[in-house]
């Protein structure tokens, strides 16, 4: 299988400068993180934003809404790279199982009654114990770079191309989405959780009030109508955007330090070798699940 490795972890490239010194013309600052949407962007802050609003979804005690939140994020991300790779529009519908929850309505509209039972005592042990939500919000933070690198890997080696869609199932790019899903999960059930988790723990621990930034964007969202269990899955990318763009700007500049600290923490010596490590798993558990298919 081809190398889908990403250039920094290759022997003898090194990624490039983040700029130039000498006398040519003045580099623009980037926009502040949060205005770094899907669509635009550097590829890091692309990746951190998306893995950060995946790990807010965890603060969020509101029934359905945080599940929204967080597949709208990976969906998000997978479209904005399938697109700077030149898939097709529809590739990010058809490839479906890279970003959808595996539970689906399973889940969610089975466990309504218990879901909405709970979500009082959820409220109130976030607010009591942040730092363990923290902690499961790192988790949720790491699992999302780890998928959004490995997809990335898979564009840069020609997968996941698919070509126009069938008129009749079924179609390629969706089942190669779903061999490729099914190969993460099965690589980073070997990861080491406990280096990814702690050195995204003491990335976002310096940010001063995230838990406002995620309570605020909570409200923003539920104002549009976001998280409605009878919309279609994904939901209205635009509310994300907007809500964002409402935040007070105390909260927008917490995202934008999260975001911040989350894209740092990649350089993590910790989080690139337990990636590196995931990229091989990887390879292997897809090779072998295209083995058993041939």
Known sequence: MSDL???????????????????????????????????????????????????????????????????????????????????????????????????????????????????????????????????????????????????????????????????????????????VRLAFDRAFAGTDRHALRQALVLALRGVRGLPAAAAGLARALRGRGAGDPAAPAGGDGAAVEQAVGALPGAQRRALDAAIDAVGAALDDPDVRAVLVALDARFDDALAALERAEA
């Open 5 to 179: 490795r990403a250039p920094a972890d290759r022997p003898g490239e090194d990624p490039p400068a983040a700029g130039a010194s000498g006398g040519g013309p003045a580099v623009p600052a980037p926009p502040p993180a949060h205005e770094r949407g899907p669509a635009g962007g550097d590829a890091t802050s692309l990746h951190a934003r998306a893995a950060l609003l995946t790990g807010l979804a965890l603060l969020v005690p509101v029934p359905f809404l945080d599940d929204w939140l967080a597949e709208r994020a990976r969906r998000d991300l997978v479209g904005a790279l399938l697109a700077r790779h030149g898939r097709a529009p529809d590739a990010v519908t058809r490839a479906r199982a890279l970003w959808a929850d595996p539970g689906g309505c399973l889940s969610g509209c089975l466990g309504l009654p218990l879901r909405l039972l709970l979500a009082p005592i959820k409220k109130l042990l976030k607010t009591l114990f942040f730092v363990l939500a923290l902690r499961s919000a790192a988790m949720a933070i790491g699992r999302t770079l780890a998928l959004g690198r490995t997809v990335e890997r898979c564009l840069a080696a020609g997968r996941l191309a698919g070509g126009p869609a069938p008129a009749a199932p079924p179609d390629p790019l969706a089942r190669e989405a779903a061999r």
